[in-house]
């Protein structure tokens, strides 16, 4: 019988895409507003275009603070400062220009704004009581998507781990996408980011599939495979079999350059509108113990575990795994989907290892002898392992974790069952 299908999206209000968009931030500011909140690092706060956006903000008689000085992996701390230094301010406003850090630290502190509190309070799904601050997301990475998502992640001394803080509340207002922003970024940051769009698209696509009651998109922030969602992790996938190549080597004629960051930066949005409600999954959930242990880039540490994890989730997904084939651009030697689902593994293993992802958790830098904890660690992130669509305990992650210390899929490879759906 045909599976009963859940769409579900969850947008910003506005997207904005195309180069030179940025120009138009003034006329996005929301009405009335007076003070914004500008959230930047210190690479962007000295780019002659951010100084041209905070003259258009100036401009449009909205005075502004700043933060400009986000730190990559983004302690909660510095947000708690800045919460402090704007205690006694009304902020209309928080924009964030940058990578996914410094958009993750806008959406927290426009939670932090609006309902006081401590990051703390808001950890896990659905902790936000009500609206944030609006946000506008500004992305320079064409990667996270966090620009699109109802999630933001940042570092907490008290634990080992990344944490969440995920509710449709943090969703930007308005994600303005200008791929112009992503001209500069050097080949390995492209990389990086690239790969983690590429992540968003194949795990919210063949993420697990759930019972449509009425009350799941609310109950669940992440639903898991959804029929929106879903169009987009497509559409994602197929800009980066499309660009990611010449968008990390670049190419002699700037056209076909500028096509393809703009392709990703399309494939960056796209992905995040896709997992903002689909979710991720096992390369998500082993990622945070990885990045904690390896202090390795996000989207490095899941393309290390990406292939491994496909494998692994082969048999349930045969159909979404021959689709990805075809919008990858991996269906040359055509045949059924079984051959598909295949091949797309090995597809995605030799682009990543093209635009030099690590092919091993042993490459990335994992110590020897870590698999128990990191299946251990990672099976604590319950959002992610539960939107697996092969069940997942501590021995099927570190099932995975070995082979893909070891760098040998071909362990983890097993016939497809009957009824996999
Ligand atoms: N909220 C979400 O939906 C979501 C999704 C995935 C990842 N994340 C989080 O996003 C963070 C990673 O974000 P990221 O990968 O975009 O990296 P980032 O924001 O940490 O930036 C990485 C480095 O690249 C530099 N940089 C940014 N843009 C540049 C450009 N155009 N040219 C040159 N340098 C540039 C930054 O200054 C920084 O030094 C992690 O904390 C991760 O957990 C969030």
Redesign the pocket.
């Known amino acids: 019988m045909h599976p009963p299908t859940l769409g579900l999206l969850r947008p910003p209000g506005t997207i904005l895409m195309g180069r030179g968009q940025r120009h138009a931030l003034a006329l996005h500011l929301p009405p009335g507003a007076q003070h914004a909140l500008v959230v930047t690092?210190a690479?962007?706060s000295r780019e002659p275009a951010f100084a041209a956006m905070m003259q258009q903000v100036e401009e449009a008689g909205v005075r502004h603070s700043l933060v400009a000085d986000v730190q990559?992996?983004?302690p909660v701390a510095d947000i708690v400062d800045a919460q402090k230094r704007l205690a006694h301010e009304r902020v209309d406003v928080v924009i964030g220009i940058?990578?996914?850090?410094?958009?993750?630290f806008a959406?927290v502190i426009a939670v932090l704004l609006a309902h006081g509190g401590s990051p703390q309070d808001y950890y896990g799904e659905n902790a936000v009581p009500g609206p944030a601050v609006p946000v506008i997301a500004i992305p320079?990475?064409a990667?996270?998507?966090?620009e699109a998502?109802p999630?933001?992640?940042v570092s907490d001394p008290d634990r080992e781990m990344?944490i969440g803080i995920s509710s449709p509340y943090i969703v930007p207002v308005t994600a303005i996408c200008d791929p112009e922003?992503?001209d500069?970024?050097?080949p390995a940051?492209t990389a990086?980011?690239g790969t983690?769009a590429l992540s968003h698209a194949i795990e919210s696509f063949t993420a697990i599939r759930r019972t449509p009651k009425p009350g799941l998109a609310s109950e669940r922030v992440f639903v898991g495979k959804s029929l929106l969602a879903d169009q987009y992790a497509l559409a994602a996938a197929a800009a980066v079999g499309r660009s990611l190549k010449t968008a990390v080597h670049g190419n002699s004629d700037p056209n076909r350059l500028a096509a393809a960051r703009d392709d990703m930066v399309f494939a960056a949005t796209a992905g995040?509108l896709a997992?903002g409600t689909g979710g991720t999954a096992a390369a998500h959930a082993l990622q945070y113990p990885v990045g904690a242990a390896t202090h390795t880039?996000?989207?490095v540490g899941v393309g290390a575990l990406l292939p491994y994890v496909m494998e692994f989730n082969r048999p349930a997904r045969v159909p979404e795994f021959a689709a990805l084939a075809r919008a990858l651009g991996a269906d040359e030697r055509q045949g059924d989907d079984e051959d598909l689902s295949h091949a797309v593994i090995e597809h995605v293993a030799l682009l990543l290892s093209d635009i030099g992802i690590p092919a091993t958790l042993a490459d990335l830098g994992m110590p020897s002898g870590k698999e128990r904890w990191l299946a251990t660690q990672a099976i604590k992130a319950t959002r992610l392992v539960e939107n697996n669509p092969r069940e997942l305990d501590a021995d099927a992650l570190e099932a995975i974790a070995a082979a893909a210390y070891r760098g040998d899929r071909a362990s983890l490879r097993s016939a497809t069952p009957a009824h996999a759906h």
């Open positions: 690092d690479r962007m990559s992996e983004l940058g990578g996914g850090t410094c958009m993750d959406k320079t990475t990667g996270t998507g966090s998502t999630v933001a992640v990344k922003l992503t500069g970024a050097p940051l990086a980011v983690d995040g997992l880039p996000h989207g």
